[in-house]
């Protein structure tokens, strides 16, 4: 079955009492037992649901795994890895680039109680064979990464993190399972924060962990319910709603992406654009290689002032200045301020996260309209900068 298939017929069968075509939504907390302890599979919502359930099929399949449990958040998704791997004394393995809640997870939760946090450029394969050398239970990373599209050779690291036993973990938020399958180049677990491709609609807050063995998963299964981190019926329904257009919403997010990488990297008032599908993008052969597509983001730098990079993302017509990605109204962010405001000003320096880089999602809407605003306001900087601030 093709993915678009998938997205709506994956785990998702008519229902059988009443044919329903699109499942309904169990929105309880509890199941009446037919005798104490003897249920139909369902006893507390917080340890199963059956849209939830559903939500965890389809997602399973989607990234070509047989295992999958939602979390509230995608933060909370981490957690329950890392609370599942990363126990005191243990180390992980991490790119320079993460998501800027991820990074604070690690730091200021998991490094003060005990967790060792190496950071390591993943480009540079060498210095990723010397940093698992020390053996860490998890190698962890983000690819595109959040904010500068960074891609790393998923398969080379999986193979060079296996060869000293650690749980290879990817953050597939950014290329969603339309354009990346991290499970098929070699990792154990994925992880999404649903709430932003996947549900897609801007409306839910959700993660996932997806798995490929039993085993592996099993651990974070167990925190789902212990640590309690779960989403709502609801929510997982809208999701549910919300990825069955996921194939269609992936193809004009990237075609979005394209042409506005264009018309920036033609641009005077354009330092440097961030895009894997551009061919001077560092990972450019490798996106190709383990990518379907190139996905929906595009980040670049001004050239300019960090006055007038503020100025410009709260200029824009059709996109909305504000947190998060991958929803159907296009959204634009400044990370230094926002996003990746957690990270200290120094390391920000040292990981080249200017105070200039701006950070767009483009949305669904038709790419003309993208494109003319993101110009006329490029325009306006570079001709009257003084009136632009
Ligand atoms: C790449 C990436 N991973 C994880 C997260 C965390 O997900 P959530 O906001 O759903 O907790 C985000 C949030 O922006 C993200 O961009």
């Known amino acids: 079955m093709e993915f678009g298939t998938r997205t709506i017929h994956a785990g998702q069968p008519s229902e059988p009492n009443t044919g ?17 302890g003897e249920h139909h599979g369902f006893d507390y919502t917080r340890t199963s649901n059956p849209t ?30 890392l609370q599942a791997y990363l126990k005191p004394g243990n180390a992980i ?17 998991f490094e003060p109680l005990g967790a060792i946090v190496e950071r390591v450029d993943f480009s540079d394969l060498a210095a990723l064979e010397r940093a698992v050398a020390a053996k860490p239970t998890l190698v962890w990373l983000e690819s595109p990464t959040n904010p500068r599209l960074l891609v790393y050779d998923i398969e080379a690291v999986a193979r060079i993190a296996h060869d000293t036993g650690a749980i290879v973990v990817v953050d597939n938020t950014f290329a969603t399972p339309y354009f990346q399958q991290p499970l098929s180049l ?19 807050i959700q993660g996932a962990v997806i798995a490929k063995d039993a085993a592996v998963f099993e651990p974070v299964k167990f925190l789902q319910n212990a640590l309690g981190g779960v989403p709502s019926p609801f929510d997982c329904w809208l999701t549910l709603r919300g990825i069955k257009t996921l194939e269609l919403r992936m193809e ?59 100025a410009f993302v709260s200029s824009l017509t059709y996109f909305a200045l504000g947190e998060s990605l991958g929803g159907v109204r296009a959204l634009v962010c400044l990370p230094c ?9 120094e390391t920000r320096a040292e990981l080249g996260l200017s105070d200039t880089l701006i950070r767009l999602s483009p949305g669904i809407e038709h790419p003309r309209d993208l494109v003319a605003d993101l110009k006329a306001k490029l325009d306006a900087l570079a001709e009257i900068p003084e009136l632009a601030v």
Do not use: W
């Not at 939504?25 to 199941?31: A, E, I, P």
């Not at 070699?186 to 839910?204: E, F, N, R």
């Not at 301020?337 to 000003?345: D, L």
């Open 52 to 81: 939830r359930q559903r939500l965890e099929t389809v997602l399973a399949d989607l990234e070509g795994g047989t295992k999958c449990a939602v979390f509230g958040s995608g933060l909370a998704a981490e957690n329950a890895i």
């Open 93 to 109: 393995v991490v790119p320079v680039d993460v998501y800027g809640g991820t990074f604070r997870l690690l730091h200021k939760v």
């Open 252 to 310: 004009r997010h990237a075609q979005n992406a394209a042409a506005i990488a264009d018309v920036l990297t033609k641009h005077p008032k354009v330092k440097r654009v961030y895009y894997p599908g551009l061919p001077s993008h560092p990972g450019h052969e490798v996106a190709k290689r383990q990518m379907t597509g190139f996905g929906g983001m595009v980040s670049f730098e001004l050239d300019g002032t960090p006055e007038e990079a503020s």
């Open 186 to 204: 070699g990792a154990d677990l994925v992880i999404q924060s649903v709430t932003k491709y996947l549900a897609g609609h801007l409306d839910v």
């Open 20 to 36: 329903a075509v699109v499942a309904p939504l169990f929105q309880t907390t509890t199941y009446q037992q037919i005798a104490p």
């Open 337 to 345: 301020k926002m996003t990746h405001a957690s990270i200290p000003p």
